[in-house]
T-cell receptor, first 114, second 112 residues
Framework: KAGVTQTPRYLIKTRGQQVTLSCSPI?????VSWYQQTPGQGLQFLFE???????NKGNFPGRFSGRQFSNSRSEMNVSTLELGDSALYLC?????????????FGPGTRLTVL | KQEVTQIPAALSVPEGENLVLNCSFT??????LQWFRQDPGKGLTSLLL?????REQTSGRLNASLDKSSGRSTLYIAASQPGDSATYLC???????????FGAGTILRVKS
């Protein structure tokens, strides 16, 4: 059974540009969550999508957005990139409808903003 | 607001030693607690999931306990090996969909 996949694995962008990251969950999983990991702030929750609807949102500016498609694949977009957006972006999927499910993470996308 | 703390921040032990990693959380109203492992520059690997109604879970040389009332969890690693070297992260599910709140992690180094 394939795990969570994320593309691309690495990205280099310049300030002011925008970027789109993609996540394919484990087959059958309808919940996809996104996290930002930085050395200073650790792992922070960005948002969660379930059945194409944003179910939860973390405390990030509106430049960070996402969506989920009918096949459960998800994308997140960051507009007007800032140096501080450099981070490892991790995607997680879960089979659970509620809050008691196990989360499975992908390998991440390393974004560098110059 | 749920906060998760992990102690120690870093740990270095000789191979073969048994060790304990600690995790504490401020709000006992959690749905579950999950321990992860992260190798440098990689994603997270799920190690153990403990539901709120459970006291412990075991997988191989790993044993995790949960005391919801006191807001604590421990991850016990038996007979440590150099391959166990990684960052260990504790995360709780506060019941807001599938959102997880993470601790800062414990960096473990097992010396051969």
């Amino acid at each position: 059974k394939a795990g969570v996949t994320q593309t691309p694995r690495y990205l280099i962008k310049t300030r002011g540009q925008q970027v789109t990251l993609s996540c394919s969950p484990i087959s059958g999983h309808r919940s996809v969550s996104w996290y930002q990991q930085t050395p200073g702030q650790g792992l922070q929750f960005l948002f969660e999508y379930f059945s194409e609807t944003q179910r939860n949102k973390g405390n990030f500016p509106g430049r960070f957005s996402g969506r989920q498609f009918s096949n459960s694949r998800s994308e997140m977009n960051v507009s007007t990139l800032e140096l501080g957006d450099s981070a490892l972006y991790l995607c997680a999927s879960s089979l659970a409808v509620g809050s008691d499910g196990e989360q499975f993470f992908g390998p991440g996308t390393r974004l560098t903003v110059l | 607001k749920q906060e998760v703390t992990q102690i120690p921040a870093a740990l270095s032990v000789p191979e073969g030693e048994n060790l304990v990693l600690n995790c504490s959380f401020t709000d006992s109203a959690i749905y579950n607690l999950q321990w992860f492992r992260q190798d440098p520059g990689k994603g997270l690997t799920s190690l153990l999931l403990i539901q709120s109604s459970q006291r412990e879970q075991t997988s191989g040389r790993l044993n995790a306990s949960l005391d919801k009332s006191s807001g604590r969890s421990t991850l016990y690693i038996a007979a440590s090996q150099p391959g166990d070297s990684a960052t260990y992260l504790c995360a709780v599910s506060p019941g807001v969909g599938n959102k997880l709140v993470f601790g800062a992690g414990t960096i473990l180094r097992v010396k051969s």
